[in-house]
Structures are given as C-alpha cells and as structure tokens.
C-alpha cells in the first residue's frame, strides 16, 4: 500500500484538481467548494494520501485520496486500486482491504459556499472542469431546455389531478426528446452521455412523455438531478436520473433559501407536495428517504409528517416521530395520500390538523 502511494504521479492521477507541487504539499482545487486552496501534504518527501481543504471555516472537507477517486469518478473499490497500480506502476497482488477509505465530511449545509456559474462557460471549459461540474452542467442544460418547451400536455396532466404546476417544473416530449438528443450530442462528449447513463444508441435513453422535476444544488445555481414523471398510461411512472456519489440530490424543491424557513411538511412524492399548496411542502421520495443525512439539514425546525395513511406511511410516521418531527393522521377513508384527499375535497381535515384552517 505505502509503495502505491509513494509511486504516485499525483497531477497526472488527478488533472481535473489542477494540480501545482510546492516543496511540502501538493496545491489542488477542492473537489466540494471548488476553490484552489485544497492541499495534500507532503512530509520529508511522502505524500500523505488524503485531500484537505484550508478554508476549514466554509467547507472544512477531509477526503481520503483513495475515496476521492472512488467517489468522483464513480469506481468501485476493486477498481479504484487497479486505477492506483496502473498510476504507479506496480504490478504484485494487493490486499485491497490495506486501503483506508475515509469518507467524505460535508458537514452538513454549508451557508458560506455558492458558486454562481455561468453554464455557457462551463461548457466551452468542458474539458478542463471537474466531474462533478460535468455533471450538473448536462443536468442543467436538460432541464433549460426543458422549460422551453411546449407544456401544454404537462398542465392539463397536473389540472387532472387538481394541481396548478408551479413554473420551475419542465416538460419532454417524445418529439422534444428527439431535438435534445441531438442538441447533447452538439454539446457535449459522447463519452461522459454514456458515462453518466443519459444516452443509449447515441440518444437519450429515456423515451416517453416526462414532467421534469429538479433537485437543486446547495452550493451553486445549477441542477444536480431531475426526475422524470411518465404522463403516458405505463408501468413506467417516475425516473430518478442522478448520479448520486457526487451530486447527491436533494427532494424537491428544497434549495438554500428555503431551508431558511422554520417550518416544513414531508409528504410522499412530488405529486403530494404540490397538492398541500405550502411552500414549505417537501417531496420525499419514499419513506426511507427520510434518513438520518437528510434530516440533520433541517436540525432545528420543526417537521409535519403527511406520507401516505398506509403501513409503510403510517410505521415511518411512527418510527421518526420526536419533539420536532411531528406525524399527522387521518381516516384513509377521506383519502389514502394527500392527492387523494385534494380530489376528494377533504384537504381541510389536513390543514385543521396543522392549525392552518
């Protein structure tokens, strides 16, 4: 393991950090906040094999070198050491469980970290940027193009289910999708299409009718996922396109300027949050996604639960109930999830519960 390390050719093992070697460290881009005052040390000539970055007051990220490259560019831990071999030019059997794999400290949301892109730029630096960049710039160049399509199918699907859908939600066509695989393949590298599972047969690979629901980034203007609603007749309902080990999505619509709200409501899927009309209204997608990394973002306020009155809804109303996290119930009867309840006109037993009548 030592001798893998100290063989490293660091700036061509990781280009896209834009390496600079001082005489006792390594100077890099950190890989969170995406300025260039990261470092890996340097000590009487061995490399510490771990990315820090200085501004320990605004990120504070501690990664090790080999999580970073499993992580960032979506290895698994098998191929994460063949990478390291083949970087230092060892060939002997390796123990792949000597490897330490520190994971990734984000601290939670960070207030003090924003970059503000231009998504012109990115894409005429395409090359140089970093993966993560990569990503959330085609991400964000879908989901442009998305809302400027014709939405008309989208508003009278929403209208069916007595929803006004809000401006930020998009719309593919089947025929949209045709135009927006040939503006990607225009754009971008065929190769990271492939890479990040957006293109099949050089086209997208997702084909139907979809509303386009964003997760937005927390630490910049642009869009780190996006699911698909199917509004054709299909076993096919929703799609989560992400690529979650470096853009982890976030429920919609959550961003850093609602988080500063006090108050919040949890319901089951988008649907449901846009039918309580609240602008605190998050669509959790599935119970379970209701875990302890999402929730440490809303330390400190207080949490309505609405997921579904069945048992999945109905035990993970139980199981996360606590002083700030309080579960709301009601006769299924009226209706099984917030949606239904909104059809049936019985919405108001929901917001007399949550003291809003």
Known sequence: MEAIYQNLDIPSLIPELYIKTKPTYHLLRCPICGKKEAYMPIKNGIIKPYIACNRKNRCGIVVSLFEYLKTFHNLSKKETVSFLKKNAG????????????????????NPYIFNNYTLNELILNFNKIPLR???????????????????????????????????????????????????LLDTFPL?????????????????????????????SNLITAFR?????????????????????????????????EKIFYFTEGHIDALSLNLKTAIAIEGVNSANKDLLKLFKNKKIYLLFDEDKA?????????????????????????????????????????LNLS
């Open 133 to 183: 960049d990569k990503f959330i710039a085609i991400m964000t160049f879908i989901y442009n193009f998305s809302l400027k399509t014709d939405q008309s199918k989208k508003i009278k699907y929403y209208n069916s289910r007595k929803i006004n859908p809000p401006s930020n939600i998009g719309f593919l066509s089947k025929e949209d999708i045709k135009i927006l695989s040939k503006k």
């Open 228 to 260: 698909l609603r199917n509004i054709r007749p299909s076993t096919l309902k929703e799609i989560e396109i992400s690529f979650s080990r470096i853009a982890k999505p976030l429920p919609y619509p959550l961003n850093r300027k609602l988080l500063k």
């Open 90 to 109: 060892i060939k002997e059997n390796i123990n792949y469980d000597n490897f330490i794999s520190v994971k990734i400290d984000y601290k939670g949301y």
């Open 313 to 353: 809804g109905r035990d993970a109303k139980t199981r996360l109930k606590s002083k700030n996290i309080i579960p709301i119930y009601w006769n299924k009867q009226l209706g099984k999830d917030i949606n239904e309840l909104l059809i049936n006109k019985n919405l108001q037993f929901i917001y007399k519960s």
């Open 191 to 219: 190769k990271y299409l492939y890479y990040f599972r957006l293109f099949r047969d050089k086209s997208f690979k997702f084909n139907s009718d979809f509303a386009v629901i964003p997760s937005f980034d927390f630490y």
